[in-house]
């Protein structure tokens, strides 16, 4: 009787599938399904998936709490200098790059070096201007660190040997995780899942905290203002400060590396962030074939013209604007003629990328291309960037528009000021749509294969009048009596040596005429959709360069113009510009990969 009920038992729903596709007769496949819980309600692809939820989650809650520590330790140092230091939270944070070194040697040299523990790897993840983005500022990281270590030797009677010990860590980190990251970006690891997915975590809560220590740090500010008493001693012929760097040709060098050369430390804090997130999306994930079954479009500048003259115009008047900007701002205090300049470059400049970016989705919800709906972590994490990055710059405009509002609107470097701000919101709104939009389309990869494969056939041109009847009429010289063998041989030789040459020529101009015809199909073939967009495109790569160049090295006038920083006071605006400005920088260099995107799939 027990075994009748066990046979008359009905089979769960999770095995209806595999008991309908068995081949072994009726009475034993229930048998063997039924014998394990865990197999008959949880498949190998749930128990896959239910162990990547868990150590997601594991993971995200280590970073989660190392962050709140870090941030804790940060906070309590800006408002509570005595309790906790500056040195304490360097203390901190060197513990934590430790660590992280230790991780990231063992991946490069056991976890990755596993039997079958890299087998996928994502295409779409590390591109080569995120990875060359990565040693460019982990080389300015470095040389920072070098000038931050050589200005505290000078002065080693001020500064304590934790400001020389930290920055020497930092060398080691910033090294080895840009080696790490350039080699091993697009891994999809397939073992030690945990461990991984835990390393990875923990190096993201260390950029994040030394990102937050480089914002909220104002020591970089108070090195400047230090600067500025110390001309200000001198021209009054009182040097009574020791700390004060000596008037030697190192030192000077030393202050000002350190200071022009800050601002990549946040990005590539920034950068390495979104990296080391995609390589935690992708651990354990297994890339099917049609994930790589389109072929990647290459970048191409053909068939652009007015964008690349366009933005290198705007580059160009950029890089006075910006120059004279400097010289201003080093020699004094910026007068008011610097910033009506400076802000009316950028009331020019925004409304015609904001036309451009409008005409551009238009243009692309004209297209008949298709949705890319593949799972792709990289595209998502770019959207996700995009917008986060964005709300940097636009919080500071709001804030400037408050200010100006509720203050004299009516003056004329208040009303750039003002317009400024307002230009600044709908540019990046109207940019991030584009981005976003073009983003999401499949490339036009399909249809230039058939445009080049069409151009190869034309290409293929009957050949030129002469090459045929070359034969024909050396036979018929050859059928001709000659007076003797000599002459005859002497004529064979030469009539040879002449045919080989005609050939020549004739090859030589047969493939330049091929390459033209294939490059006049395929370029001229172009809709006039793609050469907008693709014009468009290049055109907003030019401008994102110059406004990312312009606040990188130094040109702050949402600081130095006084106005916000009389309304809210000092410490408010400073926290707000050091929130703001990192990201609004960072916003730019990443709407640069995007827009590089849009252009190559376009």
Known sequence: ??????????????????????????????????????????????????????????????????????????????????????????????????????????????????????????????????????????????????????????????????????????????????????????????????????????????????????????????????????????????????????????????????????????????????????????????????????????????GVVFGPLLGAAAVIIGICVFMMYQIQATGSAPNYQVFVLYYSYYIVLLPLMCVVAIIGTIIHTLEKRELDTLKNPTRSLDVVLLMGAALGQIAMSYFSIVAIVATNPRDMLNSLILSYSVLLIFQYITQNIFIIDGLQRQPFVAAEAQHTTHAGQLSAVPELPGEGVTAPSSDQERSQASPSKEEEASEEHSREAHEQRRVSVLELGQEFRRVSLSYIHTYSHLSWKRKALKEISFFLVLCNIILWIMPTFGAHPVFENGLQKSFYGYSTWFAIVNFGLPLSVFYRMHSVGGLLEVYVSA
């Open 1 to 302: 009787m027990p075994g009748n009920k066990a046979s008359k038992q009905k089979p769960c729903h999770h095995c209806n599938s595999r008991l309908a596709s068995a081949s072994a007769p009726p009475g034993t496949s229930t048998i063997h399904y039924e014998k394990s819980w865990l197999y008959r309600h949880c498949s190998l692809q749930q128990r896959d998936r239910q162990a990547q939820k868990s150590g997601q989650l594991f993971s995200g809650l280590l970073a989660l709490n190392v962050v709140f520590l870090g941030s804790a330790f940060i906070s309590s140092m800006i408002f509570n200098h005595v309790a906790i230091t500056l040195a304490d939270v360097w203390i901190l944070l060197s513990i934590l790059k430790v660590l992280c070194l230790c991780w990231i040697i063992y991946y490069l040299l056991g976890t990755s070096r596993q039997p079958h523990a890299v087998l996928y790897r994502d295409t779409h993840a590390g591109p080569v201007w995120i990875r060359g983005s990565l040693l460019l500022f982990g080389t300015f990281s470095i040389l920072l660190n070098v000038f931050q270590i050589g200005y505290s030797v000078i002065q080693i009677n001020c500064k304590s040997k934790v400001e020389i010990v930290f920055p020497s860590i930092e060398i080691l980190f910033v090294a080895t995780q840009a080696f790490f990251l350039w080699h091993h970006s697009k891994d999809c690891i397939q073992v030690q899942h945990n461990l991984t997915r835990c390393g990875l975590m923990l190096t993201i809560a260390t950029n994040l905290l030394l990102w937050l220590l480089a914002v909220t740090n104002d020591s970089i500010h108070m090195e400047i203002e230090s600067q500025l008493r110390e001309v200000e001693q001198r021209l009054a012929g009182n040097e009574t400060d020791s700390c004060a760097c000596p008037n030697t040709t190192t030192c000077k060098v030393f202050q000002k590396g350190y200071i022009l050369l800050y601002p990549f430390n946040t990005e590539y804090c920034l950068i390495c962030c979104s990296v080391l997130y995609v390589m935690w999306k992708n651990v354990g994930r297994r890339i099917s074939h049609h994930h790589t079954a389109h072929v990647k479009p290459k970048f191409k500048l053909h």
